[in-house]
């Protein structure tokens, strides 16, 4: 009887194998340099309006609630909405607080709480003389009041891409959680604890700060801090300083998650860049060392807009804007070419030159230029932004586009981070070839994308007591054919470097079942 070996062919090209060359991986080191002063969400702000005279991505505002709340449940949202349109024609974000009792303005507590009996509190304090007046803060239908309007703030703006922070005001003089020297004016921890649990409910993409740590347990809740009297009462001792109230409650790494603003203490703004005025700025508070400190990414600092400066203030001025905040610096990038029917494989290192992380997560894109720099296509990565720290540690970003729609040809491969607000100002890379191409986006590198490798054939034929095998149609170079019995060990039979489309060997014959392959080499 005569037995017939079952032959099975397989014909694979393995990665590495080529028709014109091989798929390089490019390599590039990229340069670093001072990221912008202005990059969004970070640096000095300006009370709201149009400035020449100094770099900034984001306006501040004050809002009385009475502006906004006209019953329990009544709500106009004119005023807001038109601070907030204002600002961002400019190309900005507004960061803003809304109050209840701003010292030598006239009341922002809503009428017809006035009009219910509700008890306030007149005082002469900080030049006041009467003009606003503090509330009983522990009055039910204030507290109701308060809790109905942060639900319907949150459920109008949270995650609107005009704001950039909100600061969660309401309380005390100014919105800043305090009634000094009046301190038994001020609201309770429970009042505390309702007002910052209503907005941690409210707001879940839109970040908030409070003056300081507040409430029940400061750190459950999802609200970061500013420092109003930064570089002046920031540093401790004593106990009172913003430091050693957030070590007091154990929140000196809540930068990690949220963020950190205030404002430079207005009777230093004038003259804490001047180098003539050494006593300007109290001892042991330095302004580079707070923010070191405290990881704070923005501040109020109205005095390098309005007067401004020039020559050696303006540079300190620019150089401490740049000190806030995250500056991230793309050092590495690694673009694999691409076959027509292969995939688009990106590695990216990256790294957080600055104090604080970006606390919004942006899309991260990933765009194509051509030869012309025009833009081919754009792809939206899964990458984070928020989980970047400070630190010397690069973080790695991975990504593979298999559908990449580009003819054959060479390419640039760009990167950015897509700002909500449409004609917000561009986020930029601290990259020597941040805008080379394109204005808004990073150049990583260059790469190819190459033909589809030629896809050989293999056949047998059965001449015992051989069996002749037949490669067909194979790009020129090096094949090696190989055999196996059980698909996990393969044997090479013939290694060959040739430029013939076409070729054959000869193999003994098996009364045992075979596989065959060929496979090219890198």
């Known amino acids: 009887m005569m037995l017939l070996a079952r032959i099975i062919l397989a014909s694979i090209v393995v990665c590495g194998s080529t028709l014109v060359g091989p798929a390089a991986t490019n390599s590039y080191f990229l340069v670093y ?23 900034y991505s984001m306006e501040w505002n004050y809002l009385p609630l009475r502006s906004l709340m006209t019953g329990p449940t009544n709500f106009n949202w004119t005023s807001l909405d038109q601070l907030l349109s204002n600002d961002a024609i400019r190309g900005h974000q507004t960061v803003f607080r809304v109050y209840l009792d701003y010292p030598t303005l006239s009341t922002g507590i809503p009428q017809y709480l006035l009009d219910a009996g509700l008890i306030t509190y007149s005082y ?12 009983d803060y522990e009055n039910p239908l204030l507290d109701q009041a308060l809790t109905n309007f942060i639900a319907a703030f949150g459920a109008r703006y949270d995650g609107d891409p005009r704001i950039g922070f909100i600061t969660v005001g309401l309380l005390g003089y100014w919105g800043e959680w305090h009634t000094y020297p009046e301190t038994s004016w001020f609201a309770s921890a429970t009042v505390q604890e309702e007002v910052l649990t209503a907005y941690a409910n409210a707001f879940s993409k839109t970040k908030l700060l409070v003056r300081w740590p507040s409430g029940v347990n400061p750190p459950a809740q999802r609200i970061g801090y500013h420092d109003d009297s930064f570089a002046y009462q920031t540093i401790d001792p004593p106990n009172y300083m913003f430091l050693a109230l957030l070590k007091a409650a154990g929140e000196t790494n809540k930068w990690q998650t949220q963020p950190i ?15 003539n005025q050494p006593s300007c700025v109290p001892a042991g508070q330095d302004f580079n060392t707070c923010v070191k400190l ?12 309005s007067p401004g400066f020039t020559g050696a203030q303006e540079s300190l001025a620019l150089a401490g804007a740049r000190q806030l905040g995250y500056e991230l610096y793309v050092t590495n990038a690694q673009i694999v070419d691409a076959r027509l029917a292969g995939a688009l494989n990106i590695s990216l290192q990256i790294q957080n030159t600055g104090v604080a992380p970006f606390y919004y997560n942006w899309p991260v894109q990933i765009g194509v230029l051509n030869a012309s720099n025009t833009l081919m296509q754009t792809w939206t990565t899964p990458w984070t932004l928020t989980t970047i720290l400070p630190g010397s540690t690069n973080t790695i970003w991975n990504y593979s586009q298999i559908s990449y729609g580009l003819a054959v040809g060479q390419y640039k491969l760009v990167l950015r981070v897509q700002n909500p607000l449409t004609n917000g100002v561009s986020f930029h ?16 590198g260059q790469f190819s994308v190459l033909p589809n490798i030629a896809q050989p054939t293999l056949s047998g034929v059965s001449s015992l007591p051989n069996f002749v095998l037949q490669v067909s149609n194979a790009a020129p170079g090096v094949w090696t054919v190989e055999r196996t019995p059980d698909l996990v060990v393969w044997t090479p039979l013939l290694t ?10 000869t193999d003994n014959f098996s009364s045992s079942a075979q596989f065959y392959r060929v496979v090219s080499q890198p």
Do not use: R
């Open 33 to 55: 340099t001072l990221a912008p002063p202005n990059n969004p969400l970070k640096g000095f702000m300006p009370y709201s309006g149009s400035y020449t005279t100094f770099p």
């Open 124 to 135: 002469n304090d900080y030049g006041n003389n009467g003009a606003s007046v503090c509330p």
């Open 261 to 275: 603003g205030g404002e430079v203490y207005p009777p230093e703004q004038s003259c804490i860049w001047d180098t």
């Open 294 to 305: 405290t990881h704070a990414s923005w501040m109020i600092n109205q005095g390098v807009f």
């Open 429 to 444: 890379f601290a990259n020597q070839t941040q805008d080379a191409d394109v204005i808004g986006w990073l150049t990583l």
């Open 496 to 505: 060959t470097n040739t430029s013939s489309a076409e070729w054959n060997l």
